[in-house]
C-alpha cells in the first residue's frame, strides 16, 4: 500500500521559514519519479507551487512565480521523501500544502494527507 505522510506545517510568523517534508512508503526509490508540492487557500483555487522531474529525466525544479526564489522542493534519497524548504513566508503562503507523486511507469499519481501552514502574527 501506498502511503504519503506529511508533516513539519505549523504557525510561522512573517518573514519566517519552515520546512515540510512528505515521506513516501510502498514505493521505493522515488526520484525515478516526479513529485510536486501543491496548496489549496481557503476560497482560492488549488495551484501547483513545485514539482521535480524524475532523475533520469535530470531531477529539474520548478516553481510557481509567487514562490520562486522563497521556495525549494528537493528529495531525501536516504529517508525516500520529497521536502519543501519555505522561507520568507508571507500571509499569502497560509494553505494546506499537499505532496504528490507520479509514478514514471504508469502515470498514477498518489497524493498526501495535507499539512496546515499558517503565517500569522
Known amino acids: 500500500q501506498v502511503q504519503l505522510v506529511e508533516s513539519g506545517g505549523g504557525l510561522v510568523q512573517p518573514g519566517g521559514s519552515l520546512r515540510l517534508s512528505c515521506e513516501v512508503s510502498?514505493?521505493?526509490?522515488?526520484?525515478?519519479?516526479?513529485s510536486s508540492w501543491h496548496r489549496q487557500a481557503p476560497e482560492k483555487q488549488g495551484e501547483l507551487v513545485a514539482n521535480?522531474?524524475?532523475?533520469?529525466?535530470?531531477?529539474?525544479?520548478n516553481y510557481v512565480d509567487s514562490v520562486n526564489g522563497r521556495f525549494s522542493i528537493n528529495r531525501d534519497i536516504a529517508k525516500n521523501s520529497m521536502i519543501l524548504l519555505m522561507k520568507s513566508l508571507t500571509t499569502e503562503d497560509t494553505a494546506v500544502y499537499y505532496c504528490?507523486?507520479?509514478?514514471?511507469?504508469?502515470?498514477?499519481?498518489?497524493w498526501g494527507q495535507g499539512t496546515q501552514v499558517t503565517v500569522s502574527s
Open positions: 504528490k507523486l507520479v509514478r514514471f511507469d504508469c502515470g498514477y499519481a498518489y
Open positions: 521535480i522531474d524524475s532523475s533520469t529525466s535530470g531531477s529539474t525544479a
Open positions: 510502498g514505493i521505493a526509490n522515488i526520484d525515478r519519479h516526479a
